[in-house]
């Protein structure tokens, strides 16, 4: 089964998709890692492109993050499911603030090594307003539009949470 977890800065897609690897044992790829390289310096394009093309060559994944450019649109098209989390500012930007203060001068797993835990202006203006422009809203709805059968939309924790233990996740069927 493949797997995509997208959504909000801030809204837990790093914390499910690490949560959905130990529950399935499919290897994670968090687009975090592939994008950035020591010091928060961007990959090359290409050779980013490569990794995220030779991780969806595997029989199961689960790839966390939104990355436009690294094959988002055939990352969606494989998915068997599509997990957006699409939370309220109020939920991610304290979120995010806490992660801030609990991984400070560390690097988290879901980071690129030498990338310590930051929190800026420009990051905060993505988790308030940027990263939720009318294209990004008009994005997640046309993933909706388009993968129907495929997408779970969750608005809060407890979406999540009643989806995960549904068992819907791990269906092969939605």
Not at 5 to 11: H, R, T
Not at 88 to 114: D, I, T
Request: with cysteine; aromatic share 10%.
């Amino acid at each position: 089964m493949k797997i995509a977890v997208i959504g909000y800065s801030g809204s837990g897609k790093s914390t499910l998709a690490k949560h959905l690897g130990e529950e399935t044992g499919y290897p994670v790829l968090h687009l975090d890692k592939v994008n950035f390289l020591p010091g928060w310096q961007e990959r090359d394009r290409a050779e980013a492109r490569a990794v995220v093309t030779a991780f969806m060559a595997q029989d199961d994944w689960i790839i966390d993050g939104n990355y436009g450019d690294l094959h988002c649109g055939l990352r969606m098209a494989a998915a068997d499911k599509i997990m957006m989390l699409c939370l309220p500012r109020r939920v991610c930007f304290p979120r995010a603030c806490l992660r801030y203060l609990k991984s400070r001068n560390q690097v988290r797993e879901s980071m690129a090594e030498g990338c310590e835990e930051k929190f800026d202006y420009a990051f905060a203006k993505w988790i308030l307003k940027d990263g939720r422009s009318k294209r990004h809203r008009d994005w997640y709805r046309s993933l909706q539009e388009a993968y129907p059968e495929k997408v779970f939309f969750c608005q809060n924790s407890r979406d999540v949470r009643k989806l995960l233990e549904s068992g819907k996740i791990w269906q092969s069927e939605c």
